[in-house]
């Protein structure tokens, strides 16, 4: 299955979502994801935790990130 956008993974919220998609790109470090979203990974992290939520903006970075990806 090719991904496209976050919201192709059922799960029950975006922050497992963001958690299987770094499992399903080669289980895929923290600190790798948040450089390839411009992110820093204590925020990242902070998300995956559930100490900050997911908003719009990340959404819109994993959506890019995927799409390039795709484009690859």
Do not use: C, H, W
């Amino acid at each position: 299955m090719k991904l496209e956008s976050l919201n192709q993974i059922q799960v029950s919220d975006d922050v497992e979502r963001i958690i299987i998609l770094r499992k399903r790109l080669g289980n895929m470090k923290q600190y790798e994801l948040a450089k390839e979203l411009q992110i820093s990974t204590n925020y990242l992290v902070a998300i995956e935790n559930y100490r900050l939520p997911v908003t719009n903006k990340l959404l819109k970075k994993i959506n890019n990130f995927l799409k390039r990806l795709d484009g690859e």
